[in-house]
């Protein structure tokens, strides 16, 4: 039904207007199909991945680093020749510190509940 406003304009009466909610579009439900909880789901699973691969990345690196450190002392002692490092006894005290560092990069690795 129309009713004349002051201005001589037509306009809808406002019992004729059904009202909508300010978040809801013209023509959707609030229940649109889409599954709300494979959002969350997917960011988990994300979560998840990313853990595992800074697990992966500390283990790898600590498992360098502790060759690493193994190799240098080994020729800080003379054992392994043919480098400048060799017969060097920096090198065979450095050496065991970077491995230490090493393992403990293994071990925080491996941790279950590591810190992100």
Do not use: H
């Not at 790898?60 to 080994?74: E, M």
């Amino acid at each position: 039904m129309l009713v004349e406003d002051d201005g001589g304009l037509w306009t809808p009466a406002i019992s004729d207007v059904t009202p909508v909610e300010p978040c809801q579009l013209p023509g959707r439900s609030r229940d649109d199909g889409i599954d709300r909880g494979y959002l969350q789901r997917a960011n988990e699973r994300a979560n998840e991945e990313a853990l595992i691969m800074k697990r992966v990345l500390l283990v790898g690196v600590g498992v360098l680093l502790a060759l690493a450190g193994v190799i240098f002392a080994l020729q800080g002692a003379g054992v392994i020749g043919g480098s400048a490092m060799s017969g060097v006894t920096v090198w065979a005290v450095i050496g065991p510190v970077i491995a230490v560092a090493g393992l403990a990069m293994v071990a925080v690795g491996l941790r279950r509940g590591i810190a992100s």
